[in-house]
């Protein structure tokens, strides 16, 4: 088992290293760049090629059942969901293939009415203490199923 993490803009890198160092679990840290590598010696960070997607590809390409991916990038998740991973957003939210669909399908609706409005972007909410103790726990659960 391996957690995979889709870095750039990450805000639980943290929590994913202290799940996974409780676990014994090895991290791979995946990012076109700017992450500093952890001491860690569970964790593995990986740089890729500067390019559109590279991260994700790399991660699509490995990740499978057993493993966890940390994601906010809802193609990756669909790919990883398809592959057998446990996938994760940052909030803590699971993505799995009885909801990837919908999650999908709001994603490119969010996507098509932006570019319709360009008045309507942004109106996320900010990262909250209470979105990362979610993270935890799913994280949590997400090992626990993975490996069984």
């Known amino acids: 088992m391996t957690i995979y993490v889709d870095a750039d803009a990450c805000p639980v890198k943290a929590e994913i290293e202290r799940v996974g160092t409780r676990h ?75 909801n990837i669909g919908n999650v999908l399908a709001t994603r490119d609706l969010m996507a098509d009415l932006r570019a319709a409005d360009p008045f309507r972007q942004g109106g996320g909410r900010s990262f909250s203490k209470a979105d990362r103790s979610r993270f935890l726990d799913a994280l949590e659960r997400a090992v626990h199923k993975a490996a069984r």
């Open 24 to 98: 014994k679990l090895p991290i791979i840290i995946v990012s076109n760049g700017g992450i500093r590598p952890s001491p860690n010696p569970l964790i593995e960070t990986i740089i890729v090629d500067a390019g559109a997607d590279e991260a994700d590809k790399w991660i699509a390409e490995r990740a499978g059942p057993g493993d966890v991916v940390v994601t906010g990038d809802i193609p990756l998740a669909a790919k990883c969901v398809e592959a057998g991973a446990q996938v994760l957003k940052h909030n803590g939210e699971e993505l799995s293939a009885q």
